[in-house]
C-alpha cells in the first residue's frame, strides 16, 4: 500500500493567506503534471503553465523542482498517517483493515491526480531519491499494519498459523492492484468492491474451524 494521491487538502483551522492559497495551487498543479508526465518528465515550465503563474512567482514559494516533490512527500506521509489512523478505530480486525482499504481506494480516484499513483508505485521500486523518499512512507504504512495485525494475533483475533509477513505482502499487494485496476476502469463502482474485500480479508486472516476427523 503506497502512499495516498490525493489533492492538496486545504489546512483546517484560521482561513487561509493568500501565500497558503498560491502554494496549494501549485502543488495541484505539479501533481496534475506529474500524474501526466511522471516526476523527472513535468518540467517547472509545465507546472508554471498548469498553475497559471509565472517562473518567477512560482519560484517564490518553491526553488526546485525537489523543493516540489519533497512537499508533496511531506503531504502524502500524512495523508497516509490520516488513513492508517483507522487501524485504531472501532470493530474488529477485518473491520478496521477494509475500512482502511476503501478510504485509501477512494482517495486514490480523483480524475486529475488519481494516476500520480502509477508514478508513486513506478518510482517506490526504483534507487532514486525519490523513489527512497516514497518508499520511507510505505515503509511506515506496512509498520502501522504489522502492529495491529501482531495485536490481533496476541488477542487471538486471527489465525495462529499464519505468517503476518507473507499475510501483509498479499493484502498490500491486493489494495496496490485495485488503485492500478481502477485508473483503468475508471467508471467502476468503487463502493461495490468492499464486501468482496471482506472476504479476501477474513479468508487470509480467520481462524479456521478444526477439520472433522
Known sequence: MLPLPATTPLPDGPAMTAQDQRRVQVLAAARACFARAGFHGASMQQICAEAKMSPGALYRYFPSKDAIIEAIAEEERGNAANCMALLGGPGSIFDR?????????????????????????????????????????????????????????????????????????????????????????????????????????????????????
Open 97 to 213: 483493515i477494509v475500512a482502511v482499504a476503501m478510504e485509501y481506494l477512494r482517495q486514490t480516484l480523483d480524475p486529475d491526480t488519481g494516476g500520480l499513483m502509477v508514478e508513486i508505485c513506478s518510482e517506490s521500486i526504483r534507487n532514486t531519491t525519490i523513489g527512497k523518499r516514497f518508499h520511507e512512507i510505505e515503509l511506515e504504512v506496512r509498520r502501522a499494519f504489522r502492529e495491529a495485525l501482531q495485536q490481533a494475533h496476541g488477542r487471538g483475533e486471527i489465525a495462529a498459523d499464519i505468517d503476518l509477513g507473507v499475510v501483509l505482502t498479499v493484502l498490500l499487494s491486493v489494495g496496490d492492484g485495485l488503485v492500478m485496476r481502477l485508473q483503468i476502469e475508471q467508471d467502476f463502482d468503487i463502493e461495490t468492491i468492499e464486501p468482496y474485500l471482506r472476504r479476501i480479508v477474513e479468508g487470509l486472516l480467520a481462524p479456521r474451524p478444526p477439520a472433522a476427523a
